[in-house]
C-alpha cells in the first residue's frame, strides 16, 4: 500500500560550531591540548585564523582540517574536558528551545565539518538523535594521539557538506542554518530552499550576503518558519499571581500557554502584596485587593493587571498608566446573568408569588387570579441602555412585552424597542420600569419622589444596577401608597461588608417586595466567563499587544503577525514620538509593515510591525527615546 505523507516532510540542517554552541570547538580542543606548551598563545592564534579562513571560504577545507590537526597535538584523553566544556557553550537560543529540539527531534540533522566524538554527546543531551549527527572522526595512533581523521569521509572535503546532502537525498523541503560558508554551499548547490545565516554568536559578512534570512538567534529561525510559538517563547519566565480564589479555568488558560501561575485563596493587603508583586507580570485581582501607588512602586516587572470582575475602582488606574501597566475588567460576563433574574424578578411581581409564597409557609391556601398578570404584552422600560438594558431588551421582546428605552447617549434601538426623549416619557408609559445605568455621581437618586409621582398606578420597579440610584425612603413610601405594586432590589446604597454583618435597611418586610444581596451577576456561568474572559484580554494583550478592551490605555486592536516582528512602544502622550521611531528605523534600513498609534490622556501607544531582523543597536535607540515609558519586542 502507498504510505500518503499527511504534511509536508521538512528538514532542519543545523550546523555546530558557533551555531549550536557559542564557540569553535577546535579552537577549545587547542586551549586544553596545549596547555603549558610555551607557544600556547601563537598557536592558538594560527588555529584561530586557519579557522577563519575556511569558514569563510578562503582557503581549501580539507587543507584547513589536516593544519589544525597538525597544530593541536591533542590526545584521547582531551576529549572529555573538552566535552565538559562544549555542555557549558550551548548557545542561549538553543538551550531555551530544547522543547523545539526533542519535538522535532527526527527533522533535525546536524552536519557539521567537527568531529563526531564531541559533537554526539553535546547535542544529544538536547534532544537530537546520535544516528541524525553527520560529522568526522579522529584517527588515533596507538598511543592515543590524534593524528588525522577518516579522510573518505565527504565532510572532510571541499564542499563536502553538498556532497554528503546529495548522498542523503532527503525528499521534502531543506532549511540549512549555520554561520560559515560551508553552510551556505548547501543551498548553493540548490540543495536546499533557504539559508539562514547564523548569527547569534558570530557574524561573517561574506556568510551573511549570501542569506535568505538573517537569524540572529534559533527564536527568529522558528519564528519565521512559523513553527509553534509557544516553543520559541520564554513564557515559563511570566509568572502570573491570581489572588481572591478566581475560577481555577483562569490558571489553566495561562498554564496552556506555558506561564508560572501562582494562586492565593484571598486578598493580600497593600505591604503583602508590594512584596510578592517584585516579580511578577500578570497580577489577577477580584474586588478587595486594592492596587496602589505603593503596590506598582515595586512592580518593575508588572505588564497587566486584571480585574475579574466589573469594578475596577480597587486599581489606581492613572499610576498605571504612567507606568505603561495595561489594566482590563469583565464587562459583560455577567450580563446574561443580571438579565435572567430581571426577567424572573419580573414574573413573579407581577404575579404576587413572594405574598403567595409566603402564605403557603404560614399555611394559607390563597388561590384567586386577582392582581395577578402575565407580563406578555406589557411596556417595559429600560434606564440605561447599555450592555445589560439592550440584552434585557431583546430577551423581553421575545417574551412579547413592548420595550421602550432611555438613555443619556443615542443607543441603535435592538428588535422593536422605542427609544423614548426623556426619562418622564418613560415613566408615564411604562408598566414595568427596571435601572440599568452606571453608578456614576450625576445618578444618585435619579429615582425618587418626583419621578414616582410620574409613574403610573401599580407599576412594578426593579433597581439591579446600584444602590444610590435610587432613593430609598421615596421607594418606601410608593410601595406603602400602592403607586409600587412590587418592588425587586438587588443593591443597596449601604451593603454589608462581609455575610455576618445585619442587612438594616427600610425595605425590610414591606409586601410584594423582593430583596436580594447584590447576586444579580452572581452564577456559575458568569465566574467561568469571566475567568475565560480576562486571561483571553490578558493574553492577547502579552502575545500580541493588543489593548482593546483596556480600561486605562488607548484600545488599539491589532491584526495578527505575520511574518513580521512587533515592537510594542509605551511613551508619555508627547508630540513627535512617532516621527522619531520612524527615523531611527530608517536609519537601520528597517522596513515597516504595518503602524498603529493611539493615546488616551497622558499616555501613547505605538505599535509597528516590521519586516527584518532586528539587532541589539535598534532596540537600544527605541528605548532611549526620551519620554518613553516600556519597550518590548513580540518576537
Ligand atoms: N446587580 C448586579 O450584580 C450587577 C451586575 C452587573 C452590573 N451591575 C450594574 O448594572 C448597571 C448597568 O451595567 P451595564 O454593564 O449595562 O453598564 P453599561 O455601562 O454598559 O451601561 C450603562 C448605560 O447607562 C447609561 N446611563 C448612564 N447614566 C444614565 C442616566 N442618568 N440616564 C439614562 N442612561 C444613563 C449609559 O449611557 C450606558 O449606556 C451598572 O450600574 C452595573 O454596575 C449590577
Known amino acids: 500500500m502507498v504510505e500518503i505523507p499527511t504534511k509536508e516532510q521538512k528538514y532542519f540542517i543545523i550546523d555546530f560550531d558557533s551555531t549550536f554552541t557559542k564557540v569553535e570547538a577546535m579552537d577549545e580542543?587547542?586551549?586544553?591540548?596545549?596547555?603549558?606548551?610555551?607557544?600556547?598563545?601563537?598557536?592558538?592564534?594560527?588555529?584561530?585564523?586557519?579557522?577563519?579562513?575556511?569558514m569563510n571560504g578562503d582557503i581549501s577545507f580539507s587543507e584547513a582540517l589536516q593544519r589544525r590537526v597538525d597544530l593541536l597535538k591533542a590526545h584521547k584523553d582531551h576529549l572529555p574536558e573538552l566535552i565538559a566544556v562544549l555542555s557549558g557553550k550551548v548557545s542561549d537560543s538553543f538551550e531555551r528551545n530544547r522543547d523545539f529540539l526533542n519535538e522535532f527531534a527526527d527533522s533535525i540533522l546536524i552536519i557539521s565539518s567537527g568531529f563526531r566524538e564531541f559533537i554526539v554527546p553535546i547535542v544529544t543531551a538536547l534532544g537530537i538523535k546520535p544516528e541524525n549527527v553527520y560529522a568526522n572522526t579522529f584517527l588515533f595512533d596507538d598511543s592515543g594521539n590524534i593524528i588525522g581523521f577518516d579522510a573518505e569521509n565527504p565532510l572532510a572535503k571541499d564542499k563536502g557538506k553538498p556532497e554528503l546532502m546529495r548522498k542523503l537525498n532527503l525528499q521534502g523541503d531543506v532549511y540549512v542554518i549555520g554561520d560559515g560558508y560551508t553552510d551556505y554551499e548547501i543551498k548553493e548547490a540548490g540543495l536546499a530552499n533557504r539559508f539562514y545565516a547564523f548569527t547569534e554568536n558570530v557574524e561573517r559578512g561574506k556568510v551573511i550576503a549570501n542569506a535568505d534570512h538573517i537569524t540572529p538567534s534559533l527564536d527568529e529561525f522558528l519564528f519565521v518558519n512559523k513553527l509553534p510559538a509557544s516553543l520559541s517563547y520564554p513564557k515559563n519566565r511570566i509568572k502570573v499571581l491570581l489572588l481572591e480564589?478566581?475560577?481555577?479555568?483562569?490558571?489553566?488558560?495561562?498554564?496552556?500557554?506555558?506561564?508560572?501561575?501562582?494562586?492565593?485563596?484571598?486578598?493580600?493587603?497593600?505591604?503583602?502584596?508590594?512584596?510578592?508583586?517584585?516579580?511578577?507580570?500578570?497580577?489577577?485581582?477580584r474586588s478587595k485587593t486594592q492596587v496602589t501607588k505603593k503596590v506598582l512602586e515595586n512592580a518593575n516587572k508588572l505588564m497587566c493587571?486584571?480585574?475579574?470582575?466589573?469594578?475596577?475602582?480597587?486599581?489606581?488606574?492613572?499610576?498605571?498608566q504612567e507606568r505603561g501597566i495595561v489594566a482590563f475588567n469583565a464587562p459583560y460576563s455577567n450580563t446574561r446573568s443580571v438579565v435572567e433574574l430581571a426577567i424572573g424578578e419580573m414574573i413573579i411581581l407581577m404575579r404576587q408569588i413572594v405574598e403567595k409564597s409566603n402564605k403557603m409557609h404560614r399555611g394559607e391556601w390563597d388561590k384567586s387570579a386577582i392582581g395577578s398578570y402575565e407580563i406578555r404584552g406589557k411596556k417595559l422600560g429600560l434606564v440605561g441602555y447599555g450592555n445589560i438594558g439592550t440584552q434585557l431588551s431583546v430577551v423581553?421582546?421575545?417574551?412579547?412585552?413592548?420595550?421602550?428605552?432611555?438613555?443619556?447617549v443615542e443607543k441603535l434601538a435592538l428588535g422593536n424597542a422605542q427609544r423614548c426623549k426623556t426619562l418622564h416619557e418613560l415613566l408615564e408609559i411604562c408598566d414595568v420600569i427596571t435601572l440599568h445605568t452606571d453608578g456614576r455621581k450625576e445618578n444618585v437618586n435619579l429615582i425618587g419622589a418626583k419621578e414616582f409621582e410620574r409613574m403610573k398606578d401599580g407599576v412594578i420597579f426593579l433597581n439591579l444596577s446600584r444602590g444610590h440610584i435610587v432613593d430609598v425612603p421615596a421607594l418606601v413610601n410608593a410601595v406603602k401608597s400602592g403607586k409600587v405594586a412590587g418592588a425587586a432590589v438587588d443593591v443597596f446604597p449601604y451593603e454589608p461588608k462581609t455575610n455576618?454583618?445585619?442587612?438594616?435597611?427600610?425595605?425590610?418586610?414591606?409586601?410584594?417586595?423582593?430583596?436580594?444581596?447584590?447576586?444579580?451577576?452572581?452564577?456559575?456561568?458568569?465566574?467561568?466567563?469571566?475567568?475565560?474572559?480576562?486571561p483571553g484580554k490578558l493574553l492577547d494583550f502579552i502575545n500580541k499587544g493588543n489593548t482593546f478592551g483596556s480600561v486605562n490605555f488607548p484600545n488599539i486592536q491589532l491584526p495578527d503577525l505575520n511574518d513580521a516582528?512587533?515592537?510594542?512602544?509605551?511613551?508619555?502622550?508627547?508630540?513627535?514620538?512617532?516621527?522619531?521611531?520612524?527615523?531611527?528605523?530608517?536609519?537601520y534600513h528597517i522596513n515597516i509593515r504595518g503602524q498603529y498609534l493611539n493615546t488616551r490622556e497622558d499616555?501613547?501607544?505605538?505599535?509597528?510591525?516590521?519586516?527584518?531582523?532586528?539587532?541589539?543597536?535598534?532596540?537600544?535607540?527605541?528605548?532611549?527615546?526620551a519620554h518613553t515609558i516600556k519597550f518590548r519586542m513580540l518576537y
Open 29 to 54: 580542543l587547542g586551549k586544553i591540548s596545549l596547555q603549558g606548551n610555551p607557544k600556547r598563545e601563537d598557536i592558538l592564534r594560527e588555529i584561530h585564523q586557519v579557522t577563519e579562513l575556511a
Open 245 to 285: 480564589n478566581i475560577h481555577p479555568k483562569a490558571k489553566e488558560l495561562f498554564q496552556e500557554q506555558g506561564f508560572t501561575v501562582e494562586m492565593v485563596k484571598g486578598a493580600l493587603d497593600e505591604d503583602e502584596l508590594a512584596e510578592r508583586i517584585r516579580d511578577v507580570s500578570v497580577l489577577g485581582i
Open 305 to 320: 493587571v486584571g480585574a475579574f470582575c466589573i469594578g475596577t475602582n480597587q486599581i489606581d488606574l492613572k499610576a498605571c
Open 396 to 408: 423581553a421582546e421575545a417574551l412579547g412585552m413592548k420595550v421602550y428605552y432611555y438613555d443619556l
Open 500 to 534: 455576618n454583618e445585619e442587612f438594616i435597611n427600610e425595605l425590610r418586610g414591606l409586601p410584594n417586595v423582593l430583596l436580594t444581596p447584590h447576586i444579580g451577576g452572581s452564577t456559575e456561568e458568569a465566574q467561568e466567563n469571566i475567568a475565560n474572559f480576562v
Open 565 to 587: 516582528h512587533r515592537m510594542i512602544h509605551i511613551h508619555r502622550n508627547v508630540p513627535g514620538i512617532l516621527a522619531q521611531i520612524n527615523s531611527i528605523l530608517a536609519n
Open 603 to 625: 499616555v501613547g501607544y505605538v505599535i509597528t510591525d516590521i519586516d527584518k531582523a532586528y539587532n541589539k543597536e535598534v532596540i537600544t535607540e527605541l528605548k532611549n527615546i
